[in-house]
């Protein structure tokens, strides 16, 4: 997958993103079941056998590739196309892209899950700028946040839902950016 600027490599970022999305979806109900579990590498292949073999409804392969960043699904995949818009939609709504294109990919995991798919690809391994809002407190669980928040939208019964939101705010009524929240006791979130 590469490395940044820093060193930082992108199969880390990648499985961090992985597991706090993992965290979320389970503190929802879900049930997930991660492809790579460390720092080995697995085969295309094999990922797609660990997804046909859970029975997935959604199949996800992160990246932070040297690359433009993209959502990126199989041509003919309604299911894909629709939920790459949607974590662009969620990326855009929480100011971590000015825009992310949704697009064919020709990713092998893409073309044989029988599970809607989609490659997230949400920040450039090789750019400084991205690699800094990565490594940034909450940078990574933000990303999470997103593919968390287009997968509720996705399941969703209809297209007018919207999240909860809140504005936290100090003794003296202003607004303090940044803030860390607790939700349910099991889920932190800025």
Known sequence: AGLGPSGTRASAFNLDVARALAGMLEAAGAEVVLTRQGDASVSEVARVQVSEAFRADRYLRIGHAAA??????????????????????????????????VREASKYALTQASAAALYASLARIDDPLSEARLLAPGGLRA????????????????????????????????????????LGGALVLQ
């Open 143 to 182: 990303e999470a946040f997103a593919l968390f928040l287009a997968l509720a939208r996705d399941f969703a019964p209809s297209d007018d839902w919207e999240p909860d939101s809140i504005e936290v705010r100090d003794e003296g009524g202003r607004p303090i950016p940044g803030a860390l929240v607790t």
């Open 68 to 101: 433009p960043p993209l959502a990126g699904h199989y041509f003919a995949s309604a299911g894909g196309r629709r939920w790459g818009g949607l974590v662009a939609d969620a990326m855009l709504a929480l100011g971590l892209a000015d825009s992310l294109p």
